[in-house]
């Protein structure tokens, strides 16, 4: 029976990509003279962006997005958190990497295959989610379905089509 493993990965290399591309452009860019504006990665799992004031925050974290988009990431999977004083009159904002399906978001997905009466079958195992069904077209298209709701939170991607 056709199958495959809905899951949701970042590339820590296009990531690390992306970053380099929006600290060029910080640097380069000239309301960003003489600021001090810096986005830095923290383990796999965050990235720290520090700022003297929230316009050049805001639009760091854009410049930083519109990198993203420019290398096919999507932007489910990262989620800033709040602005908060960091001293010497400076603010700081963590973004959360979100890298995996969790427990919680498995059983949403599970719930809104449930709720479109395909005739397949769907499983959550360890941060993916294996989807089986006799058609690859069904499962093709519960795949198309799930990457545009509105209810998943977090980027799809499709692993291990069995046919």
Known sequence: MPSFDLVSKLDMGEIKNALIQAQKELSSRYDFK???V???LKGD??????AEDEYKMRAALE????KLIKRNLGMKNIEPGDITPAGNQMLKQTIVLKNGID??????????IKEGKFKVTSSYLEERVRITGKKIDDLQMIFSMLKSHK??????????MKS
């Open 151 to 160: 209810d998943v939170e977090v980027e799809l991607q499709m692993e291990n």
């Open 45 to 50: 799992t965050a990235l720290e962006l520090t």
């Open 34 to 36: 003489g600021s001090k």
């Open 38 to 40: 810096a986005i830095e």
């Open 63 to 66: 410049i930083f997005r519109a």
């Open 103 to 112: 427990k919680e978001q498995g059983k949403k997905i599970n719930k809104i």
